[in-house]
Nanobody, 121 residues
């Protein structure tokens, strides 16, 4: 069992930045960030493998950066140039197997409780 603990959410103005963190209680092969806005389906934002391979949703490419401290099992999401449409609950997800930086939620076994990000114009 892997426990995930997100932090770093908050409220910012459009154009601002936030950095999300997710501390994992054990080693994970791949991790990802997902988000869900009210009335919308959950979507993959960014993912990273233990080798450092990454993938991003088209909507965040060039603005968000995912990284992972493998020694500490901490996942980060640096979010710059935030837009109101980035407003959502952000979830950290992890899997103990798998070699691809997948943005598909069903491949991830463990999930955090989420941290809210609100971007106002």
């Amino acid at each position: 069992q892997v426990q995930l603990d997100e932090s770093g959410g908050g409220s910012v103005l459009a154009g601002g930045s936030l950095r999300l963190s997710c501390a994992a209680s054990a080693y994970t092969a791949r991790m990802g960030w997902f988000r869900q806005a009210p009335g919308k389906e959950r979507e993959g934002v960014a993912a990273i493998t233990s080798y450092g391979w990454t993938s991003y949703a088209d909507s965040v490419k060039g603005r968000f950066t995912i990284s992972k401290d493998n020694a500490k099992n901490i996942l980060y999401l640096q979010m710059n140039s935030l837009k109101p449409e980035d407003t959502a609950m952000y979830y950290c997800a992890a899997d103990y197997a798998g070699v691809s930086a997948s943005l598909l939620d069903y491949v991830y076994k463990y999930w955090g409780r989420g941290t809210q990000v609100t971007v106002s114009s």
